[in-house]
Every structure is written in C-alpha cells, then in structure tokens.
C-alpha cells in the first residue's frame, strides 16, 4: 500500500544547529504538506507544495519538493528552543480528496 | 485560520463503557471530517472519514461497530469509541477543510483528545 516514511526519528540539536528531516513516498505525490506538532499538541499546518522540484521559505524554514514529487524537505537553519516539535509530512492518501496519509514525524529537540 | 473544536481534551473512562468525542468547525461549513487516531511517539493514522449526511467510510483495518462516527450536521462530526478497552487508550484527532479551497488542501486540525480506558 501507499507509504510515506520520514527520517529521522528523532534529532537533538544544539541551540543554533542547522536541522533537516526528509521524507519519501512510495508514490508520486500530487502535493506534500508538513505539519508542526508541539508536545502534548496537535498538528498545526505549515506549508504545502504542489510543483516539482518547487522551493519555499517561511524565514528559518526552507520547504523542498523533489523533481519526481516523490520526496520532499524541511530544513531549519539556526534552530531555536521555540522550534522544538514533531515535525511530520503528509500527502494525499489515495485519489479521495482531504485524505492524508502522514509520515512517521520527526521529533526534534533543541538544547540551549 | 479556521477553527476546529474537539471536545473533551481528555477523558478516561473504565473498561466496557462508551466515550463520545465531539469535533465541530467553528466558522466554516465541512461537509467532510476526517478522524485520525496517535500513539504516543507515533504518526497519525487515518481511522474514518465522517460525511455529512451519509454513512462514514472507514479506512482498512477500522472496526466500525467499535468507532461509530455521527456527521448530524455541517458543523458537527461525532466519534463514539464504545465497549472501550485500555487497548483503545490513545490521542484521538479531527480535521476538516476550508470547503471551496481549490488548490489548497491544508487541514484544520482540532486540539485532540487523549482517551485513556481503564
């Protein structure tokens, strides 16, 4: 069936490290999302790209979808204590609209 | 952005009864919700999608007599976890979409409710 995996599981960091989390899915994807869940949250929507090979910023925040739209990434530069979260990708679950299909998250912790 | 209320935020009830976790959009119309359900450390898994109107369709995998779903009206979607088992302890969460936001799928989450069955 249709996968979405994420790596890493887990990233700590040192206050001011760069941090990158990628995500691949076993399919093409006709748009990937990435979501923000703060502990003890839910997710928060950050972002979606829909071309390929397309690339968007959100200040310290770069968003990259791959040429095949089968892989996507997130990169923080400089990370903050306040960036501290799970951070997931998502992608259309099949061809029913507003299904997601979430990848596993990546958990990062920001040490001061 | 829009708003999605889940309620309760948390509930822990005892082994064999039901809880009913409702999910409402506070300033939009959705005609569709969707439920998802979280184990701690753990990605979201879609359970059901709720359809207003009409029977809730369950992902593979997803008893439905277990988690019924009610879509009463356009601003209300209900889950009723029933016969719980500590089994079922988990994060439970509703999204919705923005209808008419062509070209933009972003879910609105609600804040979640974490059932612990005892």
């Known amino acids: 069936g249709q996968q979405v995996m994420q790596i890493p599981q887990y990233q700590h960091v040192q206050e001011g490290e760069d941090f990158t989390t990628y995500c691949n899915s076993s399919?093409?994807?006709?748009?990937i999302q990435w979501y923000k869940q703060r502990p003890g949250g839910h997710p928060v929507f950050l972002i979606q790209?829909?071309?390929?090979?397309e690339v968007k910023k959100q200040k310290r925040l770069t968003f990259q979808f791959g040429e095949a739209k089968k892989n996507s990434s997130l990169h923080i530069t400089a990370t903050q204590t306040t960036d501290v979260g799970t951070y997931f990708c998502?992608?259309?679950?099949?061809?029913?609209?507003?299904?997601?299909?979430f990848g596993q998250g990546t958990e990062l912790s920001v040490k001061p | 952005g829009a708003v999605v209320s889940q309620h309760p935020s948390w509930v822990i009830c005892k082994s064999g009864t039901s809880v009913k976790i409702e999910c409402r959009s506070l300033?939009?119309?959705?005609?569709?919700m969707f439920w998802y359900r979280q184990f701690p450390k753990q990605s979201l898994m879609l359970m059901a999608t709720?359809?207003?109107?009409?029977?809730?369709?369950?992902e593979q995998g997803v008893e439905k007599d277990k988690f019924l779903i009610n879509h009463a009206s356009l601003t209300l979607s209900t889950l009723t976890v029933t016969s719980a088992h500590p089994e079922d302890s988990s994060f439970y969460i509703c999204?919705?979409?923005?209808?008419?936001?062509?070209?933009?799928?972003?879910?609105?989450f609600g804040q979640g409710t974490r059932l612990t069955v005892v």
């Open positions: 998502a992608g259309p679950l099949g061809n029913q609209g507003g299904k997601l299909i």
């Open positions: 300033d939009f119309q959705a005609t569709t």
């Open positions: 709720s359809n207003e109107g009409s029977k809730a369709t369950y």
């Open positions: 399919t093409t994807l006709s748009n």
């Open positions: 790209l829909v071309k390929s090979g």
């Open positions: 999204s919705a979409r923005r209808p008419g936001s062509r070209g933009n799928t972003e879910a609105f």
